[in-house]
């Protein structure tokens, strides 16, 4: 088959994919590798792009934890974690705050926008989007999302924008902003967006029977399975709170939740327009 022929089948493939996810919402949370490399960000700007192209409504949620973690170096600030969590003064809070809705937030829609895209930045205190209170003292100005307001994220997409929303939210107990876990945030917002799909763009291939063996990547978990695989050693470390966001969201009324790699170029095209699955799939019981 020639390039051309192999071109015109790889188009015929995602037609109906196209069709059927027009007009539908996916939320994308992007971190990672793919948010670190230039060549991988450009991928996956490329594919929100065309995605929005097509008449499919995507949200993408970001985090940003390297730039953080590198402001915090520059200024002689401390990076702590506690329980896997960046432990949140109110110095690194000023950081988390002007890296995260100032830097970051702005550099990917002016890449969104450089490839043809029409982007808009926001955070969770846009709108009251993300409103929170204090998760625990050990962690800090770290919150827990108490309510969602897709408002803006809503109005933007009416307006055929691409938002882009950065992870910090409204105090709701105190006069503060809180910093928010990326993958508990995008859960909630495609909760409160009736969200087709959730991506969790990750460093790994998904969720693996055997950590040190990619062939043994489970392409598909049913909500209902994940306490067991947790029991079993399968599910552990970071993927554990990873896994429990997925399950909220399809409680909540998302109907798939994809963990993808980010690592691999395109990886949001060929999960969602393509015969080939190439992450892990989560998915309730009863959907076929």
């Known amino acids: 088959m020639s390039s051309h022929e192999q071109q015109a089948q790889t188009l015929v493939e995602a037609l109906p994919y196209i ?21 991988l960000r450009r991928s996956v700007m490329s594919d929100i ?9 995507v949200v993408v949620v970001h985090g940003g934890g390297p730039e953080i973690s590198a402001m915090l170096k520059m200024i002689g600030h401390e990076s702590r974690f506690v329980d896997g969590l960046r432990y949140t003064d109110a110095t690194t809070m000023d950081i988390v705050q002007s890296v995260l809705c100032g830097k970051v937030n702005k550099d990917l829609v002016a890449q969104l926008n450089r490839l043809g895209g029409r982007a808009i930045g926001l955070c969770g205190m846009d709108g009251q989007l993300f409103q929170a209170v204090r998760l625990d003292e050990k962690y800090g100005l770290v919150g827990r999302i108490t309510g969602v307001d897709p408002t803006p994220v809503e109005d933007a997409m009416q307006s055929g924008r691409i938002p882009i929303v950065a992870t910090v939210a409204q105090g709701m107990d105190a006069d503060t902003a809180y910093n928010i876990n990326a993958d508990t945030a995008a859960a909630r917002l495609a909760e409160a967006l009736k969200a087709e799909k959730l991506i969790l763009l990750t460093d790994v291939r998904g969720l693996l029977r055997d950590p ?33 966001c997925c399950v909220d969201a399809i409680a909540g009324g998302v109907e798939r939740v994809h963990i993808l790699d980010g690592r691999i170029p ?19 019981e009863d959907m076929t």
């Open 19 to 39: 069709q059927k996810f027009t007009g539908k919402t996916i939320v994308v949370k992007y971190g990672g590798n793919a948010m670190v490399s230039d060549t």
């Open 212 to 244: 040190g063996d990619e062939e043994t990547l489970i392409h598909v978990v049913r909500t209902q399975e994940v306490p067991e695989l947790v029991e079993q050693g399968i599910i552990t470390g970071g993927m554990i709170p990873k896994m429990e």
């Open 49 to 57: 792009v065309l995605l929005n192209l097509v008449g499919i409504r």
């Open 266 to 284: 395109h990886s949001i095209l060929i999960e969602l327009l393509s015969d080939r699955g190439i992450g892990t799939m989560l998915k309730r």
